[in-house]
């Protein structure tokens, strides 16, 4: 054959397999009535090794792999369909509580608010505040737990945590409280971190002995730490690494931390930007107590634990590719009291409202033990 008659010929197929494809989703609706009736699960993995061993005897074994991979496809994209319909319109369709969420189009950002970050004044948190809101209202707690449980409890409207660091990573602490705190990411900031080496004033650089900061922002300067031939000493942020310098007698220590703190604390930058890459940004979440998704939202946060078997976290990967939805960070914790057991959290690239996002919030209980909506929300660079 010629490549037109080919080409022809391939036409032919995927026409037929289309029709194929449409006729085999719009049977899931059947199958979801069925289920409904008899309560079974949608996910039948016994089944699903019969029809997959049934593909393998049937295929040539040069094509095997192709085949497999083809018939899990469809059916993770028939278990979606069936769970989309089974929770259509219910009390636990999570994609239905989050247009409930979805506040109306002409509804800004607050500009004014009552927002708690941890550390003092001068903190990272504290620049990502005045990025994030117009007019912060700001209390300072001692810890990431402590923004938790404050706006939790109602005594401030908002927090705002760091997440992750472009170049020391993620902040783990952060993501473990996620897990024990029902809290809501409402929206996301990037700020630039610059750090500078700070003193008290006539003190040099060749007098430094000690220099102190929070663990991220060492991890951060490293290199630059290394050719000072200093020891370093951790404390709970940037700022109040500042504030103990500007607070101690000594005239060999300095600290790691952000231009604004010299001016608050009479302390002079004895260098400046020192991190190692001047690519050095901090992806800080404004959290609430309730889910509110301000127009605008594009990406979506979530956490799942997911059976301790194979193929699990590959199930929902596959999920993910079926609806054509970009995972744009996968995080891994472990779960406290069970060895080598993780949950996992997912940032999704994906505008709320959108037909797929719907689908793989209601297409998840037959891959997920546990499954926790984070925010949907906007980033503002």
Same mark, same amino acid.
């Given at each position: 054959?010629?490549?037109?008659?080919?080409?022809?010929?391939?036409?032919?197929?995927?026409?037929?397999?289309?029709?194929?494809?449409?006729?085999?989703?719009?049977?899931?609706?059947?199958?979801?009535?069925?289920?409904?009736?008899?309560?079974?699960?949608?996910?039948?993995?016994?089944?699903?090794? *019969?029809?997959?061993?049934?593909?393998?005897?049937?295929?040539?074994?040069? @094509?095997?792999?192709?085949?497999?991979?083809?018939?899990?496809?469809?059916?993770?994209?028939?278990?979606?369909?069936?769970?989309?319909?089974?929770?259509?319109?219910?009390? *636990?369709?999570?994609?239905? *509580?989050?247009?409930?969420?979805?506040?109306?189009?002409?509804?800004?950002?607050?500009?004014?608010?009552?927002?708690?970050?941890?550390?003092?004044?001068?903190?990272?948190?504290?620049?990502?505040?005045?990025?994030?809101?117009?007019?912060?209202?700001?209390?300072?707690?001692?810890?990431?737990?402590?923004?938790?449980?404050?706006?939790?409890?109602?005594?401030?409207?908002?927090?705002?945590?760091?997440?992750?660091?472009?170049?020391?990573?993620?902040?783990?602490?952060?993501?473990?409280?996620?897990?024990?705190?029902?809290?809501?990411?409402?929206?996301?900031?990037?700020?630039?971190?610059?750090?500078?080496?700070?003193?008290?004033?006539?003190?040099?650089?060749?007098?430094?002995?000690?220099?102190?900061?929070?663990? *991220?922002?060492?991890?951060?300067?490293?290199?630059?730490?290394?050719?000072?031939?200093?020891?370093?000493?951790?404390?709970?942020?940037?700022?109040?690494?500042?504030?103990?310098?500007?607070?101690?007698?000594?005239?060999?220590?300095?600290?790691?931390?952000?231009?604004?703190?010299?001016?608050?604390?009479?302390?002079?930058?004895?260098?400046?930007?020192?991190?190692?890459?001047?690519?050095?940004?901090?992806?800080?979440?404004?959290?609430?107590?309730?889910?509110?998704?301000?127009?605008?939202?594009?990406?979506?946060?979530?956490?799942?634990?997911?059976?301790?078997?194979?193929?699990?976290? @590959?199930?929902?990967?596959?999920?993910?590719?079926?609806?054509?939805?970009?995972?744009?960070?996968?995080?891994?914790?472990?779960?406290?009291?069970?060895?080598?057991?993780?949950?996992?959290?997912?940032?999704?690239?994906?505008?709320?409202?959108?037909?797929?996002?719907?689908?793989?919030?209601?297409?998840?209980?037959?891959?997920?033990?546990?499954?926790?909506?984070?925010?949907?929300?906007?980033?503002?660079?």
């Amino acid at each position: 054959m010629d490549l037109s008659a080919v080409r022809s010929r391939l036409d032919e197929i995927d026409g037929e397999l289309l029709d194929l494809f449409i006729e085999r989703l719009r049977l899931a609706a059947d199958v979801a009535a069925a289920k409904a009736t008899t309560g079974k699960a949608v996910f039948d993995p016994a089944r699903e090794r *019969q029809k997959l061993a049934r593909v393998a005897a049937r295929t040539p074994d040069a @094509y095997e792999p192709q085949a497999l991979a083809l018939f899990s496809l469809l059916m993770s994209m028939n278990k979606a369909e069936q769970l989309r319909i089974l929770k259509a319109g219910g009390a *636990q369709s999570r994609a239905s *509580q989050i247009r409930r969420a979805l506040l109306p189009a002409d509804t800004p950002f607050p500009g004014v608010a009552s927002v708690v970050c941890q550390g003092v004044e001068g903190a990272y948190s504290n620049i990502a505040a005045t990025r994030a809101f117009r007019v912060p209202d700001i209390t300072f707690v001692r810890s990431f737990e402590e923004v938790f449980r404050t706006v939790l409890a109602g005594k401030a409207t908002y927090g705002v945590i760091p997440l992750e660091n472009s170049t020391a990573g993620s902040v783990t602490a952060v993501y473990d409280l996620f897990a024990r705190y029902p809290a809501h990411i409402v929206r996301a900031v990037r700020v630039k971190i610059d750090h500078n080496l700070l003193a008290k004033p006539g003190v040099r650089r060749e007098d430094v002995r000690e220099v102190w900061s929070h663990e *991220q922002a060492l991890a951060q300067c490293a290199d630059y730490l290394a050719g000072l031939d200093v020891e370093v000493h951790v404390c709970p942020n940037t700022a109040r690494a500042a504030e103990l310098v500007a607070q101690s007698d000594r005239t060999d220590v300095a600290a790691l931390s952000s231009a604004l703190c010299a001016n608050l604390y009479g302390l002079e930058v004895i260098e400046a930007d020192v991190q190692d890459s001047d690519a050095n940004y901090t992806r800080f979440a404004v959290i609430g107590s309730r889910p509110e998704v301000f127009p605008g939202a594009t990406r979506t946060s979530l956490m799942l634990t997911l059976p301790h078997e194979p193929g699990s976290l @590959y199930r929902v990967l596959e999920r993910l590719y079926a609806l054509d939805i970009n995972m744009v960070k996968l995080e891994s914790r472990p779960i406290p009291g069970r060895d080598f057991e993780f949950r996992f959290y997912f940032d999704l690239d994906c505008p709320v409202g959108s037909p797929a996002l719907d689908t793989l919030l209601d297409a998840l209980d037959d891959i997920a033990d546990e499954v926790w909506y984070l925010g949907s929300y906007a980033e503002v660079l």
